[in-house]
C-alpha cells in the first residue's frame, strides 16, 4: 500500500522560507515519478511541481525560480524548498505519487503566508 506523508508547513511571513518533506512507503520510490500539488481556499487544486524518477523537474509558471523540487532515494523523501513566500502562495500542499498508473495523496500540510 502506497503512503505519502508530509511535514513542514507553517506560517510565514512574506518573503520567507519552508521545506516541505513527503515521506513515501509502499513504492520502489527510486522509479516513482513525484510532486507536489496545492489547493487554496475556494480554488482547485493546482500542480505546483514536478519530479521524474532521473531527476529532471518542472515548475508551474507563478513558482519558478521560488521553488525547488528534489528527491533522496536514500530516505525514500521528495522535498519542496519555497522561497520568497507571497500571500498568494497560501494553501495546503499535497504530495502526489504515481505507481503502476494509480494516483496516489498525501493528507496536505498547510502554509500559510503573512502579508
Known amino acids: 500500500q502506497v503512503q505519502l506523508v508530509e511535514s513542514g508547513g507553517g506560517l510565514v511571513q512574506t518573503g520567507g522560507s519552508l521545506r516541505l518533506s513527503c515521506a513515501a512507503s509502499g513504492t520502489i520510490f527510486r522509479i516513482t515519478p513525484m510532486g507536489w500539488y496545492r489547493q487554496a481556499p475556494g480554488k482547485q487544486r493546482e500542480l505546483v511541481a514536478t519530479?521524474?524518477?532521473?531527476?529532471?523537474?518542472t515548475y508551474t509558471d507563478s513558482v519558478k525560480g521560488r521553488f525547488t523540487i528534489s528527491r533522496d532515494n536514500g530516505k525514500n523523501t521528495v522535498y519542496l524548498q519555497v522561497n520568497s513566500l507571497k500571500p498568494e502562495d497560501t494553501a495546503v500542499y499535497y504530495c502526489h505519487a504515481i505507481w503502476y498508473g494509480n494516483d496516489y495523496w498525501g493528507q496536505g500540510t498547510q502554509v500559510t503566508v503573512s502579508s
Open positions: 519530479i521524474s524518477s532521473s531527476g529532471r523537474t
